[in-house]
Structures are given as structure tokens and as C-alpha cells.
């Protein structure tokens, strides 16, 4: 998932303005993202140390998780940078979470870009807490009774993926949709190319996958619209090995942007292509445009005509 960057590009660039700023500035700015995502950004001139920001976001899944952080997700906030970062409590009217940034207790020297850009992640680090604490807890009085209901998650809008808790397994359904034809086309291929690959004895540690045009068997009941796709069904069969230690960062980070580096794959093939082609079709021209040159030449020798590599004088 090297594609994908756990800091927000625009809260990042917000914040370096602030902190390079050769003199102090007013900023009040809302910032949205994911469509229901929004950032709260206040300074104030006449305090130029300090600023504030506030985050109001959907919990990643309706029904499971309260709409107010947990203390878990606090403290993982808290875990960013502690020397610049304080939570205000109460959060800002409005928000789920209000953050007082110290921003003279950012060294002048070049980890300062690092520093803000760990604040900046600060939505990812919320969202990758509501997922742990969802495949911890999830399900847990349906799973004494034998009953496994498919948990809704939504991280990008219009994108939601399923978890499914079993006996020593979690199991990860992403509906693939797409607006174009030759989307899906790319997609598909590329899930077939990653079965095969998974499968293999190299690739033998990483969870098993598996594509259908279909929907598996487990998310039979759910909402119509939420399994009308063009692009299948991606399916990982996640064991209690891949949520242990460092490997449940690793998986939670590559299930919430599985769906945006499917969209990147696709997207970076698509550009291959136009370029292959592009470059074919210069090389075309290339050789018509010669080919042309050279019966023009002949054609003049034969009319008795000089031709251009003869000089006149």
C-alpha cells in the first residue's frame, strides 16, 4: 500500500503555512474530505504559538461504535506527538475531537515536516482504532449463540466493505463498483492475477483471497444496493495470526484502503496504456512519414527531377 499516505495532503500543507510563516496569521478554515469529513483550522495573530483543530467525523460503522471517540482512540491521538499535541475537553460544539497544537514546541530543524505531518494523520490514526477495537469486539454475544452478522463499514463514501467474525476468522468482503467498462475489465484481471499470487507457497503467510462475480454466501440478506456491483466481490479470509502484534497495524491499514488501491491500480494501468499507445502510434507516423519521404524520392528520380539531396548551382 506504498501508494496510499496516512496524512491528509491538505491539512498537512495548512499547517506547514501556519508553521513557516514568517509573520503570524489569521487563519479560520474549514477543510472537508470523503464528503463528510471536516476539519476545523483556527489561529489567532495575536497568539501565533498556538493553534487549534478540531475534527467532526462519522464513526466508521453505524450501530457498533458510539459517535464519541472511545478512550482507547484518545489515547492513541494523545500517542502522536505529546509535546505539541493536547486534547481539549470538551471538544468544540459540533466535533467529536478538539486538539491544541503547541506549535513552538516544534523543533526549528528539519523534523519539523515529519512532526506535522504525524499530526496530520490524525484522522487515519482514529479510523485504523475504530477498526481494532471492531475486530475485537465485534459480534462478540452473536458468536457464543453461533450467529456471524455482517458488520457495514464505511470509510469512503459509496464504498463500503463487510466483516464477518467466524470461529478463528475474520472475514473482509469489498463490493467493487466502477463507472466505466474498461475499469472493470483492469479490476477483475488484476483480482484473478492476485488470487494466483496469494496462492502460492511464497505468499503462503498473507491472507488467503478470492473473487466472485457473485456475493458470498455470507452477506446473503443485506441491502440490494449494497451488493449491486459491476466488479465483483474481493473477499480475504483474515486468521487470528494477522491480527496479532505488529501484523493488526499492517492489516488494518491495508483493509480501510484496499478499495483506493484497487481505484490506483487501475488508474496507473489505464495511463500505462495511453502511453504505450501514444508511443506506438509515434512510431507509426514515424515510419509513414519516412516511407512517404522515400516515394517522393523516388518519384522525382523517375520524372527526371532533382531530387533534395542534389544542390543546384
Same mark, same amino acid.
Given at each position: 500500500?506504498?501508494? $496510499?499516505?496516512?496524512?491528509?495532503?491538505?491539512?498537512?500543507?495548512?499547517?506547514?503555512?501556519?508553521?513557516?510563516?514568517?509573520?503570524?496569521?489569521?487563519?479560520?478554515?474549514?477543510?472537508?474530505?470523503? @464528503?463528510?469529513?471536516?476539519?476545523? $483550522?483556527?489561529?489567532?495573530?495575536?497568539?501565533?504559538?498556538?493553534?487549534?483543530?478540531?475534527?467532526?467525523?462519522? #464513526?466508521?460503522?453505524?450501530?457498533?461504535?458510539?459517535?464519541?471517540?472511545?478512550?482507547?482512540?484518545?489515547?492513541?491521538?494523545?500517542?502522536?506527538?505529546?509535546?505539541?499535541?493536547?486534547?481539549?475537553? #470538551?471538544?468544540?460544539? @459540533?466535533?467529536?475531537?478538539?486538539?491544541?497544537?503547541?506549535?513552538?514546541?516544534?523543533? !526549528?530543524?528539519?523534523?519539523?515536516?515529519?512532526?506535522?505531518?504525524?499530526?496530520?494523520?490524525?484522522?487515519?490514526? $482514529?479510523?485504523?482504532?475504530?477498526?481494532?477495537?471492531?475486530?475485537?469486539?465485534?459480534?462478540?454475544?452473536?458468536?457464543?449463540? @453461533?450467529?456471524?452478522?455482517?458488520?457495514?463499514?464505511?470509510?469512503? #463514501?459509496?464504498?463500503?466493505?463487510?466483516?464477518?467474525?467466524?470461529?478463528?476468522? $475474520?472475514?473482509?468482503?469489498?463490493?467493487?463498483?466502477?463507472?466505466?467498462?474498461?475499469?472493470?475489465?483492469?479490476?477483475?484481471?488484476?483480482?484473478?492475477?492476485?488470487?494466483?499470487?496469494?496462492?502460492?507457497?511464497?505468499?503462503?503467510?498473507? #491472507?488467503?483471497?478470492?473473487?466472485?462475480?457473485?456475493?458470498?454466501?455470507?452477506?446473503?440478506?443485506?441491502?440490494?444496493?449494497?451488493?449491486?456491483?459491476?466488479?465483483?466481490?474481493?473477499?480475504?479470509?483474515?486468521?487470528?495470526?494477522?491480527?496479532?502484534?505488529? !501484523?493488526?497495524?499492517?492489516?488494518?491499514?491495508?483493509?480501510?484502503?484496499?478499495?483506493?488501491?484497487?481505484?490506483?491500480?487501475?488508474?496507473?494501468?489505464? @495511463?500505462?496504456?495511453?502511453?504505450?499507445?501514444?508511443?506506438?502510434?509515434?512510431?507509426?507516423?514515424?515510419?509513414?512519414?519516412?516511407?512517404?519521404?522515400?516515394?517522393?524520392?523516388?518519384?522525382?528520380?523517375?520524372?527526371?527531377?532533382?531530387?533534395?539531396?542534389?544542390?543546384?548551382?
Amino acid at each position: 500500500m506504498a501508494c $496510499i499516505d496516512r496524512a491528509s495532503p491538505a491539512l498537512n500543507q495548512i499547517l506547514l503555512k501556519l508553521y513557516c510563516a514568517e509573520k503570524p496569521l489569521e487563519i479560520d478554515h474549514h477543510l472537508y474530505e470523503f @464528503g463528510s469529513l471536516e476539519y476545523h $483550522i483556527q489561529s489567532q495573530a495575536s497568539d501565533p504559538q498556538l493553534a487549534y483543530l478540531s475534527i467532526s467525523m462519522p #464513526p466508521l460503522c453505524h450501530g457498533i461504535l458510539p459517535k464519541e471517540l472511545s478512550s482507547k482512540t484518545i489515547e492513541m491521538v494523545k500517542g502522536l506527538c505529546p509535546n505539541v499535541v493536547e486534547i481539549i475537553d #470538551p471538544a468544540k460544539e @459540533g466535533y467529536q475531537l478538539t486538539l491544541k497544537l503547541n506549535l513552538n514546541q516544534i523543533p !526549528r530543524n528539519k523534523d519539523y515536516d515529519k512532526i506535522i505531518r504525524e499530526i496530520s494523520s490524525v484522522h487515519s490514526v $482514529i479510523l485504523s482504532s475504530q477498526l481494532k477495537e471492531i475486530l475485537w469486539n465485534v459480534n462478540s454475544d452473536d458468536a457464543l449463540q @453461533g450467529m456471524y452478522k455482517p458488520i457495514k463499514l464505511v470509510y469512503h #463514501p459509496r464504498e463500503p466493505f463487510f466483516l464477518i467474525r467466524q470461529p478463528q476468522r $475474520i472475514i473482509a468482503v469489498f463490493p467493487i463498483r466502477f463507472k466505466e467498462k474498461s475499469d472493470v475489465t483492469i479490476a477483475t484481471t488484476f483480482f484473478q492475477e492476485l488470487v494466483d499470487v496469494g496462492s502460492s507457497d511464497k505468499w503462503a503467510k498473507v #491472507p488467503p483471497c478470492n473473487w466472485s462475480a457473485i456475493p458470498p454466501p455470507e452477506l446473503r440478506g443485506e441491502a440490494f444496493e449494497d451488493l449491486s456491483t459491476n466488479g465483483g466481490f474481493f473477499t480475504f479470509d483474515i486468521s487470528s495470526r494477522h491480527v496479532e502484534g505488529n !501484523r493488526l497495524d499492517k492489516t488494518v491499514w491495508s483493509l480501510l484502503n484496499f478499495s483506493t488501491y484497487v481505484r490506483y491500480h487501475v488508474k496507473s494501468t489505464k @495511463g500505462f496504456i495511453q502511453r504505450r499507445m501514444r508511443k506506438r502510434l509515434e512510431s507509426l507516423v514515424e515510419v509513414l512519414h519516412q516511407t512517404n519521404s522515400e516515394e517522393n524520392e523516388q518519384t522525382k528520380q523517375h520524372q527526371g527531377l532533382p531530387s533534395d539531396n542534389t544542390f543546384q548551382y
